[in-house]
Every structure is written in C-alpha cells, then in structure tokens.
C-alpha cells in the first residue's frame, strides 16, 4: 500500500484497502474557523429540530479553531461571527481556538503546521478546500464542507471512498529562482484543475526529499486546485525536526509500503523548472514568466496560507531589498508567530523600506471578501492559489497567479517579472 | 422529477461564481440564494424558478469547500444540477447535506439539453427524459454509497451497515 491507504487502512480498522474501496475512518483532527464554524453551527440548529442529539462533541481536545477569513472583523455580520465562533468553542468545551488579538492566531493552515496541531500519520479533516495543505507532514488531510465536519464533530468519523493515487517524482533540486509554487503551477498546468480530482497526488523524489518542509506545504496546498482529494509527502526527519521544535511528542511516521502502487508516474527534471505564472482565469492557464504578457500591473499580492509562509516572506525581501515598489504592494505574514519572524530578522523593515503595506494574517483579499480587494478592470499579481472570475475583488479584475519571487519582482517594475531580470 | 432546465454551456464553474467569497459571511440560506450564481449570471436569481434544474459542462462546482454553494442554488430552488463531471466537494456537501442531486450525464445529453427544456430525471432507471425533445439519454449511476445517502436523505439519515 502506498502512504495514503496505509493511513486510511488504519483509520478505518482494515488490514489492508485500495482504490475504490468504501471506508468510515476515524479522525484524528478537525479543524474549523469563522466561515466553516457558523456554518456548522447552523448544521446542528437544524439537526437539533430533527430531534438529533448534538449536546457533546465526540472529542473537544481532537477539534481546534482558526479565526482567519474575515478577521480583523470587516464589518458586523463578520463580526457576530466571531462572538457565535467564541460561544461555540466555549460551550463545547474546545481548548485550541487561535483568537485574533490574542496571540498566535493566523490562517488555519498555517497554524496546523506552525503550532504542530497535526501529526505525521493522522487522519485530519477541515471546513476549509486547501485543509490539503497539510499532507506535507506525511498526514491524510482532506477538506469537507459543514455537514461532513458536523458528522465529524459528532461521530469522529467519516466516510471516504478511497482514492487513486498520482505521483509527482522530482529528480534533482529546484534552481534558485524557482520555487515550489512554479512546480506544482507546472503541474496543475499539465494536468489541468480537473487532472487531481477525487484523486490522491503524492510528491516525492530527490528534489522533494531537498525541499523544506514550508515549499513541501506550498506543493501540497494547491493540489486542491486540481480538485484532489488530498496532496501528500512521505514523511522524512526534516519533518520530524519541524514539527519536534513546534513542540511536537509522540511522532510517530508512517510511510508507503516499497511495493506501493499508484495509478500514474509523472517525472520532471529540476533543473528545467522556470518560473512561471498562471493568468487569468484559471490556475491551469501557465505561462513562462519570460513569456507572460505585458500587462501594466495594479497590484502585488503576498500573502494567504500558499504564498506567505515564512521562507516566502523571505524570498520576497531578497527581491525588494534595497528597492523600491512601483505598483500597490501588500504583504501580509500568514500567522503572528511568522509576522515576528520577520519582525525579529529584519524582512518588515526590508518591506516597509521598499514602500509596502505591511498587513496582519487574514484570508481576506485572497478569497475577494476584504482587506484589499481589486476593483473593476484592475489587475493583480498574487502569490495565493486561485484566479477565477471575481476571485479576488470585481468579477472584472484580474489575478495573476506567481511565486513569491515573481510577485515581488513584478512589484518592482509594475510588470510581470522574472526575478532574474531585474536590475 | 420534472423540471426545466437552465443550461450554462462550459467547463469548470467554480464556487467563486456560484456564491461569491464576499457572501462567506453569510449563513441565511434565504439571502444566499439571492446572491446564487452572481459572479456569473447576474439575471439568475430573477429567472430560476422552483424545481429547475442547472445543465452544465466538466467539473462544476470546483474550487473552495464552500457548503454556501449547493445551498445557494437549493435555497434558489434548484432540484438537480446535471453535468459532464463534478469536483469533488461540491459533489460531496451535494448530497452529504441533501441539498440537490448532482448527475453525470454524458456529452450526447450536455449537447442535446438546450435551455428551457423540460426534462424528467428517472433515478430508477438511470435515465433522463427530454420531454420537450421527446428524446432520452443515459445518466451515470450513483456509486452504491452516494446512492444510500441520497435515499436515507443525507449523512446524518443514513445509517451505516
């Protein structure tokens, strides 16, 4: 079995399982925030008048809470949803809720692997499409929509029919100007959004084993633009040590039998990797950067749970250092704990030198619900996950879809940029 | 199950179109169906009328997790949505929360079903009836487990063996 059956033959108590087969597994994590949890909320007022029981959850200290789509609170319906988010945990008795103002608090995924919430192995469920991300850490991490997590909430279960797996075999390393997100483009790009879906999409070879566990995370995120079940990465000592300095105990690896089967092999060679971009209106639509159009940028975005990682913030402050931006530019760190980061080794003063507006972890812009969105007609360079019509602002704006290198080289000169060609 | 059909004749409608991410906010079911299908058809929610259907082309409903999205169109009055394929997801809350019936047709029914055809879904018998066509086409069968949920009435009515 490869790494994905084995953690969901254990999960659902079965010797063995394969593709196809039907299985309720049990779950080790869930994961809602203030979009997801109001929508469960409701799920369980409608349960309650069907005379369903819904006073306890199956296991409070397995369930924790994000605030992070529209925080800072953007106005008060968004508001509210955060008070009922607060009564919910508290009623339940749920522990682990990052509250924004308090702390550490960020976009979820960046907190499931930032604070270790999920380990190597585990089942992991969200209210939340790119909950995906975290099958970098070796774990099954799959989204569900507000019934699937209410299920889950009550019964600690789920059922998942078992998927196929494809596998994306990297051999040798990434050249500098490339990163993680330039691959998984590429490969959304050759296997369209549709290429993934229902599937499993494994990651693995020389040049993964060289990548760190956050570009790992980046691969992982966006397999759920095409449409995958989950995206996974067999689980090595770098992420034993990521997780251990998180504060992690008890990790405990699973990985893939050496007779493991999958449907499709896909091999790229590193070093033919190029920087890319995906225009818009769909994250298949790839261009080479050195060949994108000429388009006069309004807007460069570095932020959400793909683009706004710690060594993404990085990447983007080798770029602008010293420089100055000649488009609007936000970045926005994907939780507290990366924002101090920066703070602590000099990347915000970098960024606030370079005359960007340094903004606080939110989900925001990326999703076109505040903090930023685009107006009609304007265009955007974005290092977040998705392009479609209206996605981020006007359903007349335009969102182009790059690295963190791209996106802030392309700030620079208010055109789509390789970072190589920067002056 | 008859109803008439509203045909958006392309691929990949994502959630971002079906329920905008501006209305993630919202949880009455009532005013999202008003904002349902907006970033694509501004004239949807005047037109839709109770047990219509959505004809649509491969891998509806991809992008987000949303659960705003089926029940966005459920709430507009959307019974079905036929299509070339669904993403994963959406098909999933589809029928886990007993919103609509998402339904695999194949390319002979997406060309044929035009706009404002009245069909007849005959889930028994794995079928679509064109009745303003008088024509007939095959709809892909429900795997077994999707099958059970959608009888029982949703996740939480299905009782497992």
């Excluded at chain 2, 079903?113 to 069909?119: A, L, V």
């Amino acid at each position: 079995m490869n790494i994905t059956e084995k953690i969901l033959a254990r999960a659902s108590g079965r010797q063995r399982v394969s593709p196809d087969d039907v299985i309720f597994a049990n779950v080790d994590k869930v994961m809602v925030h203030d979009v997801s949890g109001p929508g469960v909320i409701k799920v369980f007022d409608k349960l309650k008048k069907q005379g369903i029981n819904v006073d306890k959850l199956w296991d409070p200290t397995k369930v924790w809470v994000a605030e992070d789509h529209f925080v800072p609170s953007a106005d008060k319906v968004s508001a509210e949803n955060i008070v009922k988010l607060s009564n919910f945990t508290k009623n339940y008795g749920i522990e682990k809720h990052f509250k924004y103002g308090m702390g550490q608090y960020g976009i979820c995924h960046t907190l499931s692997h930032e604070e270790a919430m999920v380990l190597p192995g585990e089942v992991y469920v969200g209210g939340d499409s790119h909950t995906n991300t975290t099958g970098a850490l070796g774990s099954f991490a799959c989204g569900l929509g507000h019934t699937d997590v209410a299920y889950v909430l009550l019964n600690g279960k789920i059922w998942f029919k078992v998927p196929q797996t494809l596998y994306f075999k990297l051999n040798g390393k990434l050249p500098d100007h490339v990163m993680a997100k330039d691959f998984i483009l590429k490969i959304i790009g050759d296997i369209s959004t549709e290429g993934g879906a229902y599937k499993t999409m494994q990651f693995g070879g020389s040049g993964i084993n060289e990548m760190s566990v956050e570009s790992r995370l980046t691969m992982c995120n966006m397999t759920t633009e095409a449409g995958a079940k989950n995206g996974i990465v067999e689980p090595d000592q770098k992420v034993v040590d990521y997780l251990t300095s998180r504060g992690a105990k008890n990790i405990s690896l699973v990985n893939g039998d050496a007779d493991a089967e999958y449907e499709k092999i896909y091999e790229y060679e590193g070093s033919e990797m190029e920087p890319l971009v995906a225009k818009p209106f769909s994250p298949e639509n790839i261009a080479i950067v050195r060949e994108a159009p000429s388009v006069e940028l309004d807007k460069s975005y570095i932020g959400s749970c793909t683009g706004a990682k710690y060594e993404d913030l990085e990447a983007a402050a080798k770029v602008l250092k010293g420089r100055k931006v000649k488009i609007r530019t936000e970045i926005l760190p994907a939780s507290i704990s990366i924002y101090k980061r920066a703070m602590e080794n000099g990347l915000l003063k970098i960024f606030l030198d370079a005359g960007v507006t340094v903004g606080p972890p939110t989900c925001g812009a990326c999703c076109g619900a505040h903090m930023g969105v685009l107006a009609k007609d304007e265009i955007c360079i974005s290092t977040t996950n998705r392009n479609f019509p209206g996605r981020m602002g006007h359903v007349d704006s335009q969102t182009y879809l790059s690295s963190p290198l791209v996106a802030a080289a392309s700030a620079v000169t208010g055109k789509i940029t390789d970072p190589r060609d920067l002056k | 199950m008859k109803g008439n059909v509203i045909k958006y004749a392309r691929d990949n409608i994502d959630t971002d179109v079906i329920i905008p991410g501006q209305y993630l906010k919202v949880h009455d079911y009532a005013e999202l169906a008003t904002h349902a299908m907006e970033g694509l058809d501004p004239d949807f929610h005047s037109k839709v009328k109770e047990g219509d259907f959505i004809l649509s082309g491969r891998n509806f409903g991809c992008g987000s997790s949303r659960e705003h999205a089926p029940i966005a169109l459920s709430h507009s009055g959307i019974k079905a949505v036929l299509a070339l394929s669904f993403a994963r997801i959406f098909y999933r809350n589809a029928v886990d929360g007993a919103f609509l019936l998402p339904i695999e047709i194949d390319q002979d029914a997406y060309s044929d079903i035009s706009e404002g055809d009245q069909i007849d879904i005959d889930i028994k018998a794995n079928q679509i009836n064109n009745l303003t066509k008088n024509k007939t086409y095959k709809m892909k069968p429900f795997s077994e487990i999707i099958g059970k949920i959608i009888e029982a009435g949703g996740l939480f009515k299905y009782k497992p063996d």
